[in-house]
């Protein structure tokens, strides 16, 4: 009876220590990290307009290597030939790099012919640093007439999340304005030309990472989506279109 008794507990210790075991192939955190199943994961994108600046940042780029965070860079063609290294290092670090024009016009209200002439030109600069490729276009203050759309033949990127953060230039108000507004699927609009934004973008990284957010590109954020960007078409979120 004893032997009998014996065999049932040791039994019963092994089927539950099997069930506190991760299955086969899944992933074993690290001491101190916590890690969510890929079904748990949220991503979202976070994009910077207005760079390249030497100033800022090179400094933004470290914080994003350094936490394993993607983002997209829409840059401002006149700025691209002093700052052309900065424009490789994008790249190189799995960033996705766009188009802002070449001067920052406001495409709303301009003739077609101006905004050919900024956005090729800027796409040419691109080319120059980067080789070929597609590089999505983000209208200036997000602001273009419907029937403009049709000249482009990228993407176009606008945003669900601004925290008006050229505007705030604290950021602590930018951390909280981005906080209280993010979900999954989400694009958040920041300036790397802010000083103020680098602070703020690194410490949202940190705190959104955190609670299991991912941060990838716009390209990847609408792919992981199931969404197929198409040319001509603008995009604020991985939810939303258009608008």
Known sequence: MKRRYAAFFALAALMLTRSLLPPPGAAVAAAGETR???????YVALTFDDGPRADTTPRLLD???????????????????????VVKRMKEEGHQVGNHTWSHIRIKGASNALVEAEVSKTDAEIRKVLGDG?????????LIDESQEKLFTVPLVRWSVDPEDWKLRNADADVKAVLSHVRPGDIILMHDSVPASVDAALRIVDTLEAQGYEFVTVQELLELYGVTPQPGVAYRSARLQQG
């Open 63 to 85: 914080g994003l290597r350094q936490r394993g965070a993607s983002a997209t860079f829409f840059l401002v063609g006149e700025q691209i030939d002093a700052n052309a290294d």
């Open 134 to 142: 597609v590089y999505w276009v983000r209208p200036p203050y997000g």
């Open 36 to 42: 969510l199943p890929a079904s748990q994961t949220k």
